[in-house]
């Protein structure tokens, strides 16, 4: 079997294609891993299904293991093929799945959809792609559907940049858009709760974390930094395609941009072009989750320039060229350039993925993730030879981002504590480390195996087996509903299973060079520190505690379920060489208000943490990153937000009703307002 696939596509957006100066550069051969394909496409990710719901027809459906296909690298690009617009949906998408899976280094499991009847490899279904479903400019991510829906439309009768008034737009033909909506379906696998509208960051990062991918990845191709640096003599910070999402729709369309998106420059009201400079108010400015989500994209995309500007002077010096001069940039040089330019932009899109593994497993914000960033960085290379890390705190110092409860924003401080400053005693670390330590020898098994199934099925029984250690002193006798049994198992159930586990592995572990700590699980539970331990992971053993709003106690559920979310192995090289073997464990507990009537009604406030264990001979926990649940603060922030108290709603009411403030968010419904 190849050990990839190669199909042509556009470069860009199809109007390129069109326009003298990027015709020759818009259309390019990806490469992506093989995998044996049904017609559809279908594989073991992706099932591309193309029923057009506006004319209410089937087309028919491209086969990629056709011999014609395959001896042609696929079918040429084409606007009129529909069979091509599912080669290319396929494409990008599998494209944008590496990416991901060689930076995290494990494979993608899609979240599973519990929201119809679905048996216990729901996880590992493909998730559904269809080109033409809705007669709107639209394309969005489902997760109730698990699927990615693309539209279509008429381009408005008005002459903007290329647009052709009253030309037909197909979204699932812009590599962004495709890009930008499988990030929204993958990050929600990694981290589910991260679309629930808890406060104004959450939807903002979601779209921001989508924009940086699909932006990044776009400076990744070898001949379009080729061809833009030969045009703006080397220069990334002037005008160009860099910084710029989805030309054709944003031109089509009413409002008439220049692009769905501008993070380097824009065109005023003149039409001259203008560089985006830095603005430490720009955040206070912002009216909704597009302009806020923008500002932290602009900011990243900033720190590039400034590493790329930084990076490349040593060259500039040895070719003796003068940024300032008019004199045309020799090809020798644009090519190192492109080079620096490439490694940088994939370096950072690589520091961006990494991050999801040191976020908090719910309530997301800028701040969470800008340590995540730095952290993740730190564990890549210690050393920041490369300024990566200086570039990106510049840049948020300059972009008005400041974190929470961080004493300087330098990299030590932004960096998650270690656990000895969370946790007050040896006793919480030892007891993590006694939990791990038992489970090693499985998880190393998860680590080893490459099918997704396997490892989708491994997971839920490693997750089962952490619930349990946990649920004991937690709620031992509770029994869950079946909206929420394939993530939350009853400990008796599975007790047997988990001692069985336990007793195959050692109950000794080294926590200090110093000294050897010889305990078993029921030494640890005894010890009269288990609660306190559960409150410093963010959790609520005692339900002692409640919650006030208006002066009353919020009446919240008793049978406080907790769930195991997520285990991911990671196994990576990092950039100074090193093998990283680590295993990323996200708890989580939430307490619900379902009484009718009730102000509060549907409210769910969640708390819990990530836990990243260093997988050597010590089973080292190296990081607790904490949403507590007993934090009245942040529940005050909660109910402030989606009540509409802190006036951020975009455009009030209109893409969520009042009653609805509580349900996630509709990626649908925040693409309707670009």
Known sequence: ????????????????????????????????????????????????????????????????????????????????????????????????????????????????????????????????????????????????????????????????????????????????????????????????????????????????????????????????????????????????????????????????????????????????WRRIKADRFAQQKTQGYHDKGGVFVACVFDAFIRLYNHSIQDLLRIAKYDENSKEAISIDLVNRLTKEAIEISQTLLKICIQALDFVPPCDITFGDYIRAMITADMEMTPEDNGGYRVALIESFRDWGFMVDRVNTMSAESLKWSSPKELFENDFDVEALAVIVSNLKPIIRELLGKKNRSQIYNLSRKINTIIHGLIIDELEPTKVYDKEEEMSIINFKSYQSNYESQINQSTSQITYDKKKKVSMSLNDVKKNNGWRNFLENLGLMPNMGLMHEYEGKKIPFNQDFKLQVLNLRPVYRSSRDGRRIDQVVVSLLQTLRVEKKGHDLNGLKFRGGCTLVFDLSETSTLTYAIVKKLTSEQRLKNQLKHQLGYDNFYELNSSFMDEDKSFLPLQIKNLHSHE
């Open 1 to 272: 079997m190849p050990a990839n696939r190669y199909l042509k596509g556009y470069t860009l957006d199809p109007s390129f294609s069109n326009v003298l100066k990027t015709y020759n550069v818009n259309e390019t051969v990806y490469k992506i891993p093989w995998e044996n394909v049904d017609p559809g496409p279908k594989g073991e990710y992706l099932e591309v299904l193309d029923f057009d719901a506006p004319n209410e027809c089937w087309y028919q459906p491209i086969d990629l293991d056709n011999a014609e296909v395959i001896s042609q690298q696929g079918l040429k690009p084409s606007e009129g093929n529909p069979q091509f617009h599912q080669q290319f949906v396929y494409t990008i998408g599998m494209k944008i799945i590496r990416l991901f899976e060689d930076a995290l280094g494990r494979k993608i499991i899609w979240r599973p959809n519990h929201y119809n009847d679905v048996d216990e490899e729901d996880g590992i279904e493909p998730l559904r792609i269809y080109p033409h479903a809705l007669l709107e400019a639209n394309a969005y991510y489902n997760s109730e559907k698990n699927a990615i829906l693309f539209g279509y439309f008429k381009a408005e009768e008005l002459f903007q940049g290329i647009n052709i008034p009253g030309s037909t737009v197909f979204t699932c033909l812009s590599p962004d858009i495709i890009a930008h909506e499988m990030t929204h379906a993958i990050l929600d696998s990694i981290h589910p709760h991260f679309i629930e509208n808890t406060n104004p960051d959450v939807a903002a990062f979601h779209e921001a974390f989508a924009d940086i991918i699909a932006l990044l990845e776009m400076v990744g191709n070898k001949d379009l930094v080729t061809h833009q640096l030969l045009s703006a003599n080397g220069q990334i910070d002037s005008e160009s395609i860099f910084g710029n999402l989805a030309t054709q729709v944003g031109q089509a369309s009413k409002l008439g941009h220049h692009a769905l998106r501008n993070m380097i420059g824009y065109y005023d009201k003149k039409g001259k």
